[in-house]
C-alpha cells in the first residue's frame, strides 16, 4: 500500500469512527451519527468502510484477514440497522478500527519478514 493509501486508510478510520469527541473524552465518528439516519444511514456507512477492505485486499492481505475485515463491516452494518439498540451499537463497534488494526498487524508482519539493506 503506498504511503498516501495508508494515510487515506487511517483517514478514513478516523474518520467513520472517532471524529468527535464528546464530552469525558468517548470518540463518535460518522459511522454512529450517519447510521442514525433510518433505512439508509448504515448501508451508506457500510458501502464506505467496503473502501477499507478493497485496499486490504490491493495490499495482499490473505484471505482469512479479509474474511474478518468483511465479518466486521457485515456485523456492524446488520446490527447497526436495528433501530434504537442498533444506534448505540454503532458507536462503540468501530468496525473501521477494527479493520484497520487487522491490515496494520499484517503491515508489522510484512516488515519483520524483510531482511535488512545491506550498505
Known sequence: MSSDS????????????SSVRLPGGFRIGLDGIVGLIPGVGDAATGLVSLWLLREAHREGLPKSALIRMGGNI?????????PLVGDAFDFFWKSNTRNLRIIEKHRSKLDQSIPPRQP
Open 74 to 82: 457485515l456485523i456492524d452494518t446488520t446490527l447497526g440497522a436495528i
Open 6 to 17: 495508508r494515510s487515506s486508510a487511517e483517514s478514513l478510520s478516523r474518520l467513520m469512527d
